[in-house]
Each structure stands twice: as C-alpha cells, then as structure tokens.
C-alpha cells in the first residue's frame, strides 16, 4: 500500500531564510509526487510534480522540490522565504502502476514564514 | 477557466441531521473526486466519479453518505444522518479522464475546489 509520510507538524523561518519542508513516502513500484499548498478557506492548489526525469523539479511560486529514489523523500524548498508563503503543505503519493488517479496526502505541515 | 465550484461554503447542522454540499468540476474534466479532511489531518478519498459511474468508493461510510453524478457533470454529497465525527471540510476535485491512455501516461492533475466546511453541533 502506498503512503506518505510528513515528519514535521509545523515549521518556522524567517523571511529571506531559506525552507525545506520534509516528505517521506512509501510505494512498492515507481512514483508519482506531488506538492500542494492550502491558503486559509481556499482549496488546494498544485505546486508541483514528479513524473520522471531530472530529480529536482521546479514549480510554482519559487517552490522545488527534489526527488532521491534511495531516500524515498521528496522535499520541497524555496530558496528565499516570503511572509505570503506561509500556509499549509501537503505532500502526496501514486503509485505509478495504479491505473486511476488515486493519490494519498500526508497529514501536512504548517509553514510559518516571520517577518 | 473557471475553477471548481462548491456550495455551501460553511454548514453547521445538529447530529442526526442530513446535509447536502454540491460540486460543479472544470468544463470537460470527466474524473470527480470528494474528499474529507478533518483537522489536522490530510484530504482523505470518499469516492471518485467517471463520468456517472463510480470508480472507488472504498472509503466511503456508506451507512450515512451517499453521492451522485447523475448525468455526468455536477455532483451531490449526502450525509444522513450526520454525527459529530463528521465535522471536516468537504473537498471537491475535478480532472480530465483518468481513463486516457494506459499505463505509464502521465498524470491527471486534480484542481480542487474551495471546500464546503461543515461543523457538527
């Protein structure tokens, strides 16, 4: 069975400090990953995927996120925080063999960017 | 393009109670999913639609929630009766036909609606 696992309830960085925002995941074949971001009463938004090809993948926002295989993480980061950031991230998992497009969420994490 | 619709956005009723949310996906997205996320928790898959027909709903307490996609375009979810346990923000998703291809094409993102969050008194 898939999962996916996110280590830290709530992280804390100071605007201009770099983030990572941690995500562990379990399949048993190849996967797909994914970030989303949830403001507060607004739905969730995509960040970005891994699909294949080169491990670190760049979406949305200034976000990334980098796939290693032999850690089965994929983190997401940002290299310079803003205070806009702050919200709640989820990381998500498929199963690449899955023939449907269920994904599984983590619990998420709350990041909170001060100013 | 328009998003996802849902409504209501908020919905406080008594335990025992029924209650309805409404989802409209994106125009041409032929996959719906609902979803539950109680606080502090992750949005968990109730159902996932194709078209009318139901693909998964493995997860859906079918005791008290029911759900339909009569003709292939809105959606309605029901509890019935609710029970304080239920208390969470309903999601809405949309994507194009997870059908599409076979194995190994790529994957359909899912855009998600602003939710409908219901309290449970």
């Known amino acids: 069975a898939q999962s996916v696992a996110q280590p830290e309830d709530q992280v804390n960085v100071a605007e201009g400090n770099p983030l990572t925002v941690k995500c562990t995941y379990s399949v048993s074949g190849n996967p797909y990953l994914f970030w989303y971001v949830q403001y507060p009463n607004r739905g969730l938004q995509f960040l970005l995927k891994y699909i294949t090809g080169d491990n670190l993948v760049k979406g949305s926002y200034g976000f990334e996120a980098e796939f290693n295989k032999s850690q089965t993480s994929f983190h997401l980061k940002k290299p310079s925080a803003l205070v806009s950031d702050s919200a709640l991230y989820f990381c998500?998992?498929?199963?690449?063999?899955?023939?449907?497009?269920?994904?599984?969420f983590g619990k998420g994490t709350r990041l909170h960017i001060l100013p | 393009e328009a998003g996802v619709a849902q409504s209501p956005r908020y919905k406080i009723i008594e335990k025992r109670q029924s209650v309805a949310f409404w989802c409209n996906p994106i125009s041409g997205h032929a996959t719906l999913y609902w979803y539950q996320q109680i606080l502090g928790q992750g949005p968990k898959l109730l159902i996932q639609?194709?078209?009318?027909?139901?693909?998964?709903d493995s997860q859906l307490p079918k005791d008290r929630f029911s759900a339909e996609r009569l003709k292939g375009v809105d959606s309605t979810l029901k509890i019935q009766p609710a029970k304080l346990e239920d208390s969470a923000v309903y999601l809405c998703?949309?994507?194009?036909?997870?059908?599409?291809?076979?194995?190994?094409?790529?994957?359909?993102?899912?855009?998600f609606g602003p939710g409908t969050r219901l309290t449970v008194l």
């Open positions: 639609f194709q078209n009318n027909g139901v693909v998964d």
């Open positions: 998500a998992v498929r199963e690449r063999m899955n023939r449907d497009d269920k994904i599984i």
């Open positions: 998703a949309s994507s194009l036909d997870a059908r599409l291809a076979g194995f190994g094409r790529l994957y359909n993102e899912q855009f």
